[in-house]
């Protein structure tokens, strides 16, 4: 409470992420049963998800690049108002007929979080003091975890006692409540990119994050943790729902239960990250490690209570990451040009989580559940090995400040 009283702007930036994101969740979970429901099979299911990925590829870099050349609050806005009617589409899909209404407002959706996502990023850095990114980006993590838990299982219910008609208004008024709550806040806008005369916006926003990855050693190694871990996370993605049902054989309850853990750890990581102040480069990098070490693990076990606090554990050390590599950028790279930076972050990092669910999904025809586990996380420690060794040849002088 101290931050959001200190950083009233951005707590009702917090306030409109947590209603959207929670709305977002409910339409995901009864989307998903409304699919098995019309086709009784998991194919649509499988096809839903990928529509989601394509969008982020697409739109992601056009999200970043409107963001450092228009208003951020108005970019957020309506983006917000117009995922409404995709939002409430659903509730008009009766048979399989319709099906092609739920793949263009799943792509619709996933079109404006592409947009939206790297937009609201770069906007923080507007909203809030340099000396609180830290913490703000802790309470970003809560957010997520609050999310994850309260979404998914409050959607479940919803779903199971109402019918997903419901929550797909309710995820519709969702957007029109979150954009509501953006318009209280005071516009801020970065100043325009100073470019040379016929250079495009583009060219000269790539040269301009070159010269600074070239200045900055932790720079440079939060894209490369961008560009790398995203390969084996989407193998956790996809292990989380099959551990659940196939190795600890407890059905839905268990998917929920997992994620549940995940957004526990996520939550937990803020308390830690927030009283970071310095080498936050090492910081992060130490918590990969430990990410990697807790997947590898996790692919042993056969207890449900440990694999939960194994889940907590992986979360917890993952949120400290993406808090640390978060705030590397947002302190590094100049604000006119983090909305290019995150639209291109994001749309790197959902591309290749997209393409490694589509690799863990194969493999797992030919690879043991636990085998693949156990891949996934020493990957994430050799990434973490090799990102050490980027980070000791680079000459990196005084430690990392604040």
């Not at 797909?168 to 990119?193: K, V």
């Not at 559940?369 to 996380?377: A, E, P, Q, S, T």
Request: aromatic share 12%; glycine share 10%; net charge positive.
């Amino acid at each position: 409470m101290t931050i959001f009283r200190q950083e009233k702007n951005y707590f009702k930036l917090f306030l409109a992420g947590i209603v959207n994101g929670i709305g977002d969740r409910f339409s995901q979970v009864a989307l998903l049963a409304l699919l098995l429901e019309l086709t009784g099979s998991g194919r649509a299911v499988g096809l839903a998800l990928a529509i989601r990925v394509v969008p982020s590829f697409l739109f992601g870099p056009l999200g970043g690049f409107l963001a450092d050349r228009f208003s951020r609050k108005k970019i957020l806005m309506i983006t917000d108002l117009s995922r409404i009617a995709f939002a409430v589409s659903f509730v008009l899909a009766d048979d399989r007929s319709d099906l092609w209404m739920v793949y263009l407002g799943t792509f619709a959706l996933a079109a404006g979080e592409a947009i939206y996502a790297p937009a609201r990023k770069s906007f923080i850095p507007l909203l809030v003091k340099k000396e609180n990114i830290i913490k703000i980006n802790s309470m970003e993590q809560v957010m997520v975890g609050a999310v994850l838990i309260a979404g998914s299982f409050s959607g479940g219910m919803a779903a199971f006692f109402f019918g997903p008609d419901l929550t797909f208004w309710l995820n519709g008024l969702s957007f029109l409540l979150a954009a509501a709550i953006i318009y209280s806040i005071p516009d801020a806008n970065p100043n325009r990119p100073v470019r040379k005369k016929g250079e495009s916006d583009i060219l000269h926003s790539l040269k301009t994050v070159k010269k600074f990855m070239a200045a900055s050693a932790p720079l440079s190694i939060a894209f490369l943790f961008e560009f790398i871990v995203p390969l084996f996370n989407g193998i956790d993605n996809v292990l989380i729902s099959v551990y659940a049902v196939q190795e600890f054989h407890l059905g839905d309850l268990g998917v929920g239960l997992f994620y549940g853990a995940l957004g526990i750890g996520l939550m937990l990581s803020s308390i830690i990250a927030r009283r970071l102040h310095r080498h936050l480069l090492f910081a992060g990098l130490a918590a990969l490690l430990f990410e990697g070490l807790f997947h590898m693990i996790l692919s042993q076990v056969s207890l449900v209570l440990l694999a939960c606090i194994l889940y907590i554990s992986v979360s917890f050390a993952s949120g400290i990451c993406n808090i640390c590599f978060d705030s590397i950028v947002m302190k590094e790279m100049p604000r006119e040009h983090q909305g290019f930076v995150f639209g291109i972050l994001t749309t790197v990092s959902n591309t290749l989580i997209g393409i490694s669910m589509l690799a863990a999904g194969i493999l797992l025809e030919a690879v043991p559940n636990r085998m693949l586990g156990l891949i996934g996380g020493t990957g994430i420690v050799l990434t973490g090995l090799f990102l050490f060794m980027v980070y000791s040849f680079r000459d990196i002088g005084q430690p990392y400040k604040s």
